[in-house]
């Protein structure tokens, strides 16, 4: 079993940074790839970002040069690092790690984009 605790969203303007955090339990060695989603208000769910244990990354088409996921394996951590942000980045994010074959999901965080 993994619990996955995530946290740094919040309220910004359209332009500004949020970073969010994903801490996952369990042996590290464990962990394969982590990956960040995010359901719309309208209940739609997407890829946002996804990294390999050795640093390969990939994006979503909509976030694809302002957010970036980056990883820290002896912390047991994936970020995720959000610029630029606009109000159609409003949604609640999940944090999603792949453990020992199974997947595991946190408990979301909502960001919100708004003037």
């Known amino acids: 079993q993994v619990q996955l605790v995530e946290s740094g969203g919040g309220l910004v303007q359209p332009g500004g940074s949020l970073r969010l955090s994903c801490a996952a339990s369990g042996n590290r060695y464990n962990i394969g790839v982590m990956r960040w989603y995010r359901q719309t208000p309208d209940n739609q769910r997407e890829l946002v970002a996804s990294?390999?244990?050795?640093?390969?990354?990939t994006y979503g088409d909509s976030v694809k040069g302002r957010f970036t996921v980056s990883r820290d394996n002896a912390k047991n951590t994936v970020y995720l690092q959000m610029n630029s942000l606009k109000p159609s980045d409003t949604a609640v994010y999940y944090c999603?790690?792949?453990?020992?074959?199974?997947?595991?999901w946190g408990q979301g965080t909502q960001v919100t984009v708004s003037s």
């Open positions: 999603n790690v792949l453990y020992t074959g199974s997947n595991y």
């Open positions: 990294i390999t244990r050795i640093g390969i990354t």
